[in-house]
């Protein structure tokens, strides 16, 4: 656990001293807020045509209008961003020449890695409760189930995790920032469109695909529903990714 926290506390110093952090939290402010202003017009322009149509006033809630749509851009905008923000995570250890020093250094590989991990979600945490700000707009102009966006929040936050522990493990197989950044990247977009796929096929493949599809994953959170199902997903895919971490580690460990 000493190891582990030692990890935390350099990791969240280096993100406190370097521009990145920051100006990812500028570019998630300043798309997320242009995505929930054009989105919140969109919704206004919908309710005045809805309103002759009283059939069609109790289908369009401002969950399926605003926060669901609002939640989905943000889901795009993090899975642009979050490679940027992991990229340093081990490749800048390289790149420095201190990486052989934190492989033999009496810290254990879990602590190096859970470390790294958790000092990553740690500010991703703090930049995902900055953009509550746009539901707490809409909240002043139309009623909100707030227990439904905190189930967006659920999902954006487990989508996260995903994201930080694949981008660890691609930061792991290179010295180039840049190269991680694109290969996290690459992965991600694959599990992303993954279920697209299964469109073209149908049964167990279907199904299959279906399953490995990040993105069928958190359209249940979007609505406002909390499967375990989807937990479990996100969970086992975050652990995943963190043990190949680790196991990359070791096997780089015996070679430094």
């Known amino acids: 656990m000493r190891g582990t926290m030692a990890i935390l506390r ?16 500028g570019v998630l402010l300043l798309l997320g807020g242009y995505f929930n202003f054009d989105i919140v017009t969109y919704y206004a322009a919908q309710s005045l045509r809805s309103a002759q149509f009283p059939g069609m006033a109790e289908e369009f809630t401002a969950q399926q209008g605003i926060i669901a749509p609002l939640f989905s851009s943000l889901a795009v905008i993090l899975l642009l961003v979050l490679p940027l923000l992991t990229m340093r995570l081990l490749a800048e250890e390289r790149a420095r020449g201190t990486y052989e020093l934190l492989l033999t250094a009496p810290v254990n590989l879990t602590a190096i890695v859970a470390g790294k991990f958790l000092a990553a979600l740690a500010l991703y945490t703090a930049l995902l409760g900055m953009s509550g700000v746009w539901p707490a707009y809409t909240a002043t102009l139309l009623p909100l189930d707030w227990g439904a966006v905190a189930a967006g929040y659920l999902g954006l936050w487990l989508m996260g995790a995903v994201f930080i522990a694949v981008g660890l493990l691609a930061s ?10 694109l290969a996290g990247f690459a992965i991600l977009l694959l599990s992303w469109v993954i279920g697209w796929a299964g469109h073209n096929v149908e049964g167990e493949q279907a199904a299959l695909l279906k399953y490995l599809s990040l993105l069928d994953h958190l359209e ?12 479990v997903y996100f969970a086992s895919f975050t652990g995943l990714a963190l043990l190949a971490t680790q196991r990359v580690l070791d096997s780089q460990r015996w070679r430094a």
């Not at 350099?10 to 939290?25: C, D, H, N």
Request: hydrophobic share 45%; charged share 15%; glycine share 6%.
């Open 220 to 231: 249940n959170f979007f609505q406002g529903v909390i499967d375990t199902r989807d937990v």
């Open 10 to 25: 350099r990791e969240l110093r280096g993100y406190l001293i370097s521009p990145v952090a920051y100006v990812l939290l």
């Open 172 to 181: 792991s197989l290179t010295q180039h920032q840049l190269i991680a950044a």
